[in-house]
């Protein structure tokens, strides 16, 4: 199969395809690049494989950087772009059931492909736009099959991320698991113990961001996945397969994710506070889950109020009011935007004054008594009951400083 109008990222990576040819070279196209221009889906990041040694790379071209360079992979930078371009290889046995012991480079791409995880992960194309199949990958891409690439165990084996993959991708691609390949999943599913709950972490999100969720959550339960991941495996399955019942709208970011499985799970703040955590997950996306969280949960018996969109912000309102669709079919991210756009204030900087007038009004020194006077000037023009204007917050300061000498 050969392809005469390449998408344009595969044209802007052809000169290094070509100069590792005028250098004599073989190099390829392969993997994720390959896959989803079959699929007509969006191209992302372009990789290479090639017979070339990482020495010989950085012998042909000037500009690069070593990043896996034991493994053999080498970014070579060009035109303002990067591109991940890693040599031939083979691999020896996992004792860690993620990393080989040791790699050995070669020369042909055949010895590469049948390393690979998947059939349609395991395609390549040269410079010609030709496509170089050998394990009937175009054929599993029509019949929208995720098949392990050989010995399904021995795949599994080598790497067990490879397990949260296969889910991972029946989200994203809506694709099913082919029968051997699960049967293998659910034999070896144990081995996700000895994954870093990192590596785990971003599959996990993949699939609950993917186009087809709902496909990718089946697999991931009926499997017992679940059984050897942080937190979960406390807990019986059926918060997920409440998860089964929602519709298929596509989530958006990961503290969406984790919102609402602390919804499903009914955790509290500590409560998701330890869940996150034994996800290694990072603070900032913890704090902007849980306000997320909390604002799900104000808003599934009541509607927005200013204060609640002024504490949320414009873009996690939005996210939020996308999980009040998702979970009760009745959220309107267009009056959200509308109500929004109406607040008086949209920050506390947009208050004309600050500290400092409220210090000089009332000659008194800083305190607790400051930061909860500027919280009730703050309510008071989200509530509409006080002007965001100097003279008129002044005369409230002025008063409130009257009838309330303790603050």
Not at 141 to 161: N, P, S, T
Not at 206 to 213: A, H, N, Q, S
Not at 380 to 405: P, R, S, T
């Amino acid at each position: 199969m050969k392809i005469n109008n390449l998408p344009c990222e595969f044209k802007k990576a052809m000169p290094i395809v070509k100069r590792f040819k005028q250098a004599s070279f073989v190099a390829y196209f392969v993997g994720g690049s390959v896959r989803n221009f079959l699929l007509g889906k969006e191209i992302c990041d372009i990789d290479i494989a090639t017979s070339a040694y990482p020495a010989e790379i950085k012998k042909i071209f000037s500009k690069t950087v070593d990043i896996g360079i034991e493994h053999g992979t080498v970014i070579i930078l060009y035109k303002g772009r990067s591109y991940e371009v890693t040599t031939f290889r083979t691999e020896s046995a996992y004792q860690d059931y993620r990393k080989p012991d040791k790699v050995n480079f070669v020369r042909t791409l055949a010895d590469d492909l049948k390393r690979r995880d998947f059939t349609i992960n395991a395609l390549a194309m040269d410079s010609n736009g030709e496509i170089i199949d050998l394990f009937a990958g175009k054929a599993d891409l029509k019949a929208k099959i995720i098949r392990a690439v050989g010995d399904a165990h021995k795949r599994f084996h080598e790497d067990a991320l490879r397990m949260m993959r296969a889910f991972r991708f029946a989200s994203q691609l809506g694709f099913i698991i082919e029968s051997t390949t699960y049967q293998a999943i659910e034999k070896n599913i144990f081995l996700l113990e000895k994954i870093s709950v990192e590596r785990i972490q971003i599959e996990f999100i993949k699939l609950m961001l993917g186009e087809f969720r709902n496909k990718g959550l089946q697999f991931f339960i009926k499997s017992k996945a679940f059984l050897y991941l942080p937190f979960f495996k406390q807990k019986n399955s059926e918060f997920l397969k409440e998860l089964l019942l929602l519709p298929n709208d596509k989530l958006r970011t990961s503290s969406q994710v984790w919102a609402l499985l602390g919804y499903f799970l009914n955790l509290s703040k500590n409560e998701f506070h330890k869940f996150l955590h034994a996800w290694k997950e990072a603070k900032n996306v913890f704090r902007e889950a849980y306000l997320m969280l909390k604002l799900f949960k104000k808003r599934e018996h009541s509607e927005w109020t200013n204060e609640l969109l002024f504490q949320a912000g414009i873009d996690v309102a939005l996210l939020t009011e996308e999980l009040v669709q998702l979970l009760f079919r009745c959220g309107n991210s267009k009056k959200v935007k509308e109500k929004f756009a109406k607040l008086p204030i949209t920050s506390r900087n947009e208050i004309v004054i600050d500290g400092n007038d409220l210090k000089n009004k009332l000659n008194r020194p800083p305190g607790e008594w400051l930061g909860c006077m500027i919280t009730d000037i703050e309510r008071l023009i989200l509530e509409g009951k006080l002007k965001n204007e100097y003279q008129a917050i002044m005369k409230f300061v002025k008063n409130e400083g009257k009838n309330d000498k303790s603050r």
